[in-house]
C-alpha cells in the first residue's frame, strides 16, 4: 500500500512538473510571437507614416515643377503599388517580407529620383513647406531603419526559442514556425557611382 502511494506521488510530481514546463514554454513562445507582431506592425506603422508624407511632398513639388509630371507620377504609382501590398503579421515568411520589402524599395527609390529634381528649383528649396516635409521623410526614414531592427531583433529572438532544444519540442507540437527577417536589397552591397 505504502509503496503503491509513493509511486502515485512520485507520478503526479513528475506529470505536474512536466504540464508546467509544457505551460511556461508554450507561453513564452506565444509571448514572443505576439512581440514579433507587434514588431511588424510597428514597421507597417512607420511605412505608413512615409506614405502619408508623399501626397503632401509631390504636391509642394508640383507647384514649382510641374514639367517634371513623369517622376511625379512614378512616385505616386510606387506609393500605390507600396501601400497595396499587405503581409500578414501570422505569415512573416521571407518571401512574403521579400515581396514587402521590394514594394517599399521601389518607392524609397522613386523618392529619390524626386527628392533629385528638387535640386534644379532653388526656389521650391527655399520653400519652408517643402523644407518640413523634407525633415519629416528623413526622420521618417530614421524611424523605418530603427523599427526594422527592433522586428529583426524580435524575430532573432523567437526563432533562437522556438529552435532550442527542447522547446523545439513544444514549438513542433503547437506549429510554431520561423519568423523571417528584413534584408538588405539586391544591389545594397555594392557602393552607388558618384560622378561629376
Do not use: C
Not at 509642394?60 to 503599388?81: F, I
Not at 532653388?122 to 531592427?149: C, H, S, V
Not at 532573432?156 to 523571417?180: C, H, Q, V, W
Amino acid at each position: 500500500m505504502k509503496k503503491g502511494l509513493i509511486i502515485a506521488i512520485v507520478a503526479a510530481v513528475v506529470l505536474l512538473g512536466g504540464f508546467l514546463w509544457i505551460k511556461g514554454t508554450y507561453n513564452s513562445m506565444v509571448t514572443a510571437d505576439e512581440g514579433v507582431s507587434a514588431a511588424w506592425a510597428q514597421v507597417e506603422n512607420v511605412y505608413q507614416r512615409r506614405a502619408d508624407l508623399i501626397p503632401n511632398l509631390v504636391a509642394t513639388v508640383k507647384g514649382y515643377a510641374e514639367h517634371e509630371a513623369a517622376t511625379l507620377e512614378d512616385v505616386t504609382a510606387a506609393r500605390s503599388r507600396a501601400t497595396q501590398v499587405v503581409v500578414d503579421p501570422s505569415d512573416l515568411e521571407p518571401e512574403e517580407i521579400a515581396r514587402f520589402n521590394k514594394a517599399q524599395g521601389e518607392l524609397s527609390s522613386a523618392l529619390g529620383r524626386l527628392l533629385m529634381i528638387t535640386e534644379n528649383y532653388p526656389d521650391l528649396k527655399a520653400n519652408d513647406n517643402f523644407r518640413d516635409l523634407q525633415a519629416q521623410l528623413e526622420g521618417t526614414e530614421n524611424r523605418i531603419a530603427t523599427e526594422r531592427m527592433k522586428f529583426n531583433e524580435a524575430a532573432r529572438s523567437y526563432n533562437t526559442l522556438i529552435r532550442r532544444f527542447p522547446d523545439n519540442i513544444i514549438a513542433s507540437m503547437f506549429d510554431f514556425e520561423k519568423k523571417g527577417y528584413f534584408e538588405a536589397q539586391e544591389g545594397a552591397e555594392t557602393a552607388p557611382k558618384v560622378e561629376f
